[in-house]
């Protein structure tokens, strides 16, 4: 059995919808801080797995062009998340012992 390549014809509106909905997922994904209570950051951990899904649907259809700096940030803002969840962690221990 062959290959055959499979043709898919995405109307152009629909690809800036659903690229200006990734951008808006990562805007609000990185919008946390270290004042951030941990239920915020747990919501945008949430978005920024909603924002991989809809990355990976643009990129496997080759209709995201500039997805290396997109998944840099992506990657970014995963390790923003989990260096502000650290941070909090280590506050909480501080103030159990005193």
Excluded: C
């Excluded at 915020?40 to 259809?61: C, D, H, P, T, Y």
């Excluded at 390790?79 to 962690?89: G, P, T, V």
């Amino acid at each position: 059995m062959g290959l055959t390549n499979i043709i898919v014809t995405v109307e152009r509106q629909a690809v800036v919808k659903q690229t200006e909905k990734l951008y808006s997922y990562l805007n609000t994904a990185n919008a946390v801080s270290e004042s951030s209570t941990f239920a915020e950051i747990n919501s945008a951990r949430n978005v920024l797995f909603m924002a991989k899904g809809l990355f990976q649907v643009l990129w496997n259809f080759k209709l995201l062009p500039n997805w290396i700096e997109v998944e840099e940030d992506m990657n970014r803002i995963e390790q923003k998340h989990a260096y502000i969840l650290e941070q909090k962690r280590m506050e909480q221990r501080r103030r159990r012992r005193t």
